[in-house]
């Protein structure tokens, strides 16, 4: 009974900080941390005993999964080369460096444990570099290579990480050992993550084919989707973190083409509410061991040192990616021919961006109070306390350095999105208008009512006059823009009356809620519709 109460007050915390936060001139993860750390000292507030192994598997499955999921395959297939390279040799390299950095700082601080911190620190946070990229749209290429890395860098980080605990708990670490290990665990746990996601998509097509389609059902599956196949690879002694990502991908791939309508967007409405959940949580919950893992590192360091310790490992964070970003951007195209002949050679404004958006966030943060607090013989993990403290101060630094001023430095390079995407989406709309006309115009030869045949000609005049309207240039697309602009504000005017006609009868309690609900969810679709559809991209 007292944990669902903890959990209804961490709920609780999470909807007020997240209300103050917007109004305070910082990042929302600052405002969780500083605030759940304040809470934490007033006596009276619950304690929140942390179990490493339930939280990193409650938090990292959904997480990975959904980066996968949301993750187009086709355009990170198509930038996979910058991805790849940042995912995998970018990690390597800030955990090498981080891991010196703070070993030489911190003595005591064994060298495993300190290369476990810099695994903990490389995997950037997407949510964080996404916020910015989504409202400034940046080139596609730009933001698809932002977003694959940190799905793919969350992935080899917390491998990494996960080798770095083993040497801790082993005493002995070996290179060739590790490389191999690493390969069998890496194909296996994509291997599990493709078979995983694959029967769970059997299995939710065979559900809607002989029991009709079930949102709440396939909504509930596609939750449960990421922590089976967390726990088959899991049990299999294979790379868990593999097999979300590759389960994530497979799923994106695969749920667009066949869900229907009602199921997508459901999914998509809880996706959304639960990653908010995670997301925030994670940081209220380090808020709330706050003052306990200060008071830990404070006995051995002074208050002088840890802000240094904490300003040379942000330090060599961000330094290490912006070494390694230019060299990883440009020499593939002295020393490959195909790279030569392909010419994609990107500007160096979007690698500035690219080197400068290395955020960091929950997955940092997850993998780092995952660590155990005891070894097998009972005796304190080592480094713990100093770990979890320094990777908060790397999420910090990070997030207020790089995270407030990402977007000025967007804007000052002059990163702007290209026409690619406008052409697609046109290609696509035209493309769409006509299946639709020749479905209508094959319909129109076979009705013979009078009021049927009158009806049709209206929708068929409609989808003529889109099309006329996608395939026009010049004065004529000018003008079709103009009238739908009008229209559009229009239609929103009667659409918010209608809404408030519809709310004025249902709190007079003229119509009940199985009548005001799905009235309402329709004017909300419509409303969606139009503001969808910009004055720049007619349909």
């Not at 970018?90 to 444990?113: C, D, E, K, N, R």
């Not at 860098?153 to 050992?177: E, P, Y």
């Not at 908060?392 to 990070?398: E, R, S």
């Not at 799905?518 to 004055?535: G, T, V």
């Amino acid at each position: 009974m007292a944990a669902f109460e903890h959990a209804l007050i961490l709920i609780l915390l999470l909807t007020v900080l997240s209300v103050l936060g917007r109004r305070l001139p910082w990042p929302m993860p600052i405002t969780q941390v500083v605030g759940a750390g304040l809470i934490a000292l007033w006596p009276e507030f619950p304690r929140v005993e942390l179990d490493p192994g339930f939280f990193f598997l409650c938090f990292v499955p959904p997480l990975l999964f959904a980066d996968g999921w949301l993750m187009p395959l086709r355009d990170f297939m198509a930038a996979k080369r910058s991805i790849l390279t940042l995912a995998t040799g970018l990690v390597v390299f800030t955990t090498i460096a981080v891991g010196l950095v703070a070993h030489w700082l911190i003595p005591s601080l064994p060298l495993a444990m300190a290369f476990a911190l810099g695994a903990v620190v490389s995997p950037t946070d997407a949510v964080a570099v996404g916020a910015i990229t989504q409202r400034l749209k940046v080139p596609a290429r730009l933001n698809t290579i932002l977003n694959g890395e940190s799905l793919m860098n969350d992935a080899t980080g917390l491998v990494a990480f996960k080798f770095a605990i083993a040497a801790v708990i082993a005493g002995t670490f070996s290179v060739r050992a590790a490389a191999i290990d690493f390969v069998w665990l890496a194909v296996g746990g994509v291997a599990v993550g493709f078979a995983l996601g694959w029967l769970v998509g059997r299995g939710r097509d065979f559900l809607r084919t002989h029991q009709g389609s079930d949102i709440f059902v396939e909504t509930t599956l596609s939750l449960l989707t990421p922590y089976a196949a967390y726990l088959a690879a899991d049990a299999l002694g294979l790379s868990s973190i593999l097999a979300v990502v590759t389960a994530g991908l497979y799923s994106g791939m695969r749920d667009p083409l066949r869900t229907d309508v009602e199921t997508r967007q459901t999914s998509l409405a809880v996706w959304s509410v639960v990653l908010f959940w995670l997301n925030g949580l994670a940081f209220i919950l380090l808020g709330l061991q706050l003052p306990s893992v200060l008071a830990a590192v404070s006995k051995l360091h002074p208050t002088g040192e840890l802000l240094w310790f904490t300003a040379a490992v942000a330090g060599a964070a961000i330094l290490t990616r912006l070494i390694w970003i230019f060299p990883g951007a440009y020499l593939p195209f002295v020393f490959f021919k195909k790279s030569k002949r392909l010419g994609l050679r990107p500007p160096w404004q979007s690698v500035m961006v690219t080197g400068w958006a290395g955020m960091r966030g929950t997955v940092t943060l997850a993998a780092a109070l995952s660590i155990p607090k005891l070894l097998a013989d009972g005796s304190p993990f080592p480094g713990r306390d100093m770990v979890i403290f320094l990777s908060l101060g790397v999420i910090m630094v990070t997030l207020l350095l790089q995270g407030t001023t990402l977007e000025w430095l967007i804007c000052k390079l002059g990163v702007r999105a290209d026409n690619s995407q406008l052409n697609e989406d046109r290609i696509a709309r035209i493309a769409a208008v006509e299946a639709g006309l020749k479905v209508l115009r094959a319909s129109e030869n076979l009705e013979s009512r009078p009021e049927e045949v009158a009806a049709l000609g209206n929708v068929l005049a409609e989808y003529e006059h889109r099309l006329a309207e996608l395939t026009a240039e010049g004065e004529t697309r000018t003008s079709a823009r103009l009238r739908q602009t009008t229209s559009r504000h229009h239609r929103l005017q009667a659409l918010h009356a209608e809404r408030a006609a519809v709310d004025d009868l249902w709190q007079r309690d003229i119509i009940t809620d199985e009548t005001h609900h799905p009235l309402q969810s329709l004017l909300d679709h419509e409303e969606s519709m139009l503001k969808a559809r910009p004055a720049e991209t007619i349909s």
